[in-house]
Every structure is written in C-alpha cells, then in structure tokens.
C-alpha cells in the first residue's frame, strides 16, 4: 500500500529542513531501515532511514529545496503500483481534465514542485479579467494593474505558452521586479526555481532609485554634494538567510528577550598553562593541543569543584546535572554552531582535544548528529586566535552560563607588590540570573581561574 515520506523532526525544535541529497532514485527498491535522503537543518546534516520497505515512486522535494516538518517529500508505493494513481488516492494530486494527469500538489509539499499550484494570493481566477476594468482608468493605476497582471499570470509573453514558476519564485520575483519570462528555469520541465530567480537578482546590479538619477539645474553646489553622499548602494546584492543564520538570529534574540544575564570577568595569568601546554605537546605524537582544549578542561573542573553551578533551568524546576557535558563555539562558512563534548570530567585533555576537533570538523562539513548539538549545561566561546582581547557572548538556551575567552597577551601586572611582567588571558562569564545568582558565578569562576593559573589541577 502507497505511503507518504514526510519532512522529519530530525533536530528538536527544528520547523523546518532541506533536502541536502536523495540517497536513493525513483523506482528503487528501499528496505527498512535503509538511508534515504540526506536531511540538512539549520545546524546539522542527517540522514533519515526508512520507516517502511517498498518502491520510492516519486520525489516531491528535490534536493536544495526546503519543506516544514511534517510536509510530504516523497511517495513510497508497492511493487507494481501505478504512481501516479498512489499519489491522488493519498490526495497528493489533483486530475487535470480529460487526461487525468495530474497538475497540482499541496503548496506546503516544496517551494521547487514541478506541479505546485500558485499559492491563493497569487491565483489568476480570483483577479478580475482585464477586459472587465473601467476604460477610463488612470494611467498609473493601468500601469500598476498591468505589472500585478504580468507578476501574476503564468503565460509568457511571446509564445503564449504557460511559464511555469514555484510559487516563491513568482513571489521573490514579484517583490524584486524580476521578469520571470526572461529567466531559463533549470528546474523539471523548465521551470523556474526560487535559486534562478536569486541567481538573476545576483546578476543584475540594484535599480537605482529614481529620486538619485539627476540633480535638478537650481540645486546649489553644497546640497548636490550631500544627496551625493547619502546616496543608495547600487552595487548591493541580496543573499537571502540560509535556514542556519534564521537560526540563529531567533535563538539569540529570544536569549537576549526572556533570559535575565549578567557577565563577570576573570584575568588569568597563563604563563604556567602556556609552558605545560608546550611539555605536553613534545610528548604527543600526532596531535597538538591547544589553549582552548585546556580551558574546555577547567570549565568541567570547576562544575565538579561548585556543583550547585552545575545546573540547568526549566520551568517546573531547577535540573541538577552529575556530570560536565561542555559546549564548544565553531565559526562555520554558514554561522555558529555549538557541539557538545559529553562528560568532559572523565576523559583526559588529549582525549577532549581529539572530540572537539572532531566535532569542529564535522560541524563545518555539517554531518554532526542530533545528539551531538544537544543537551549539555555551559558553552564556551574562544576568540583569542583572532586576536580579540576581550568580549561579552550571549548565554546559549538551555545553558545557564557561557564563558568568552580572549586572546593571552603579556601586560604589566603586580606581583608580591612589585610590578612584573605577565600573559593574561582575560574570560567574560555571561550567567543566566534565573539559574545562578552573583555569588555562585563569582565562585565557579574562581575555581576555573585557579585550574587555570594552576594548571596541573586541569591533569589531575
């Protein structure tokens, strides 16, 4: 019996996917089990397995096409079953006259769907037909009529054939006053995607607004020399969000708006770190540490030393955690992503050093599972290796703490009363108040300065 595949929940939380790459063609056999598609979500690629055995009949979201979570993408039928018949029994097609073939799948099914119907707000019956308007109309409002017609009516201009256009293809187009008939669609049977229509936007330079193509003869000197320099950039390009960066964006702001927080900041002096780091480098074969694996280290020191910080809020109550599940920071080409180092308290810093650069290796190729990039209680972000001296980060949800490490740099600093010279490395605690207060941050923070400055502690 026929089945819908449809978008899974592959990340918690996650509204939305994109087809990376179908891992199957139709008409193959698929088993249980078996990996059909490649699922990339705003922080991960995963491969989702097959749930039922049979025949993938039909692809409805082609790959580099986004859907919502629970949106068909495929049509699973058994051997010998007519495809085209499955897909309209499971209402995913609609018959188109005489011939029955079908014309229309679900909008929600894929924004690239060679049959997906133009959405309600752009479908030609619900305007009126043009012989029907007043003769006498202005002429700016014909010509407002005449570029809503034409953004709105599926038949190119010079054949008289039907173009055929996804619907956010004619939506982008329309908002940004791209001819859809003069645009070669590189998607099934011709037609236009949502990718041709940005790669054209790409192309074309901005259209410069109208109110900057001339100065007017009367206008003195000085004011033409101002509007000249307040003028529009002509040569800027939209490149429109990726779904990660819309992730981020969201959890950020929703940080930033529900979550109480506060920041204190620590000075360590590394100089012993820095030397033991360099012992222990000379005894590795293969692999380098780096600072940063040592401050991973210390973080899940210090939740063992103050327990009580080794906490993570919820609404009902307050979740005590048993063991230092660490987040690391990797800048990836397509925004932040925070891998999780489970039990860090346990293994040894070489072996923290080979997981976080396996999971930044896999966060950059973008093959980290789900369980990887969840869970975990504090996050630490490192840009010291930019050169930044300092800087304050946003706490990342669920975690109650995040700690932003700068770069180690030699500065006067006093000791026994004499003043000396030193490496300090300067770290920014930002703290969810609602999970831990003032004092308690102070504390954890203490604990991690002296792992830090005591370096033999972090071995041990």
Known sequence: MASVIRMPSVLAGAEEGAIAAWLVAEGDEVAVGDAIVEIETDKATVEYEAEAAGTLGRILVPAGVAASVGDPIAVLVDAGEDVARAAQELGLTSAAGAGGEPDAL????????????????????????????????????QERATREATAQEPTARNTGARLFASPIARKIAQKNGVELATLAGTGPEGRVTRRDVEAALRRAPATQAASTSAEPASTPPAAAATRADTSVDTDAVLVPHSPMRRAIARRLTESQATIPQFQVVAECVVDDLLALRTQV????????????????KAVAGALSDVPEANVTWTDEGMLQHSRADVAVAVSTDGGLVTPVVRDVGSRSVSAVGAAVADLAERARAKRLTQTEIEGGTFTVSNLGMFGTVGFSA??????????????????????????????VMRCTLTVDHRAVDGALAAQWLAAFQRRIEEPLLILV
């Open 394 to 423: 946003i706490v990342n949800p669920p975690h109650w703490g995040i700690l932003a490490v700068g770069a180690a740099r030699q500065q006067p600093v006093v000791v026994d009363g004499a003043l000396a010279v030193a490496t």
């Open 281 to 296: 480098n000379a005894t590795l074969a293969g692999q380098k540490l780096s600072v940063n694996d040592f401050v991973v």
């Open 106 to 141: 679900p909008a929600a099914v894929s924004d690239e769907s060679p049959s997906a119907p133009v959405p309600a707000a752009q479908e030609p019956a619900t305007q009126e037909p043009a012989a029907q308007e007043p003769a006498a109309r202005e002429p700016a409002a």
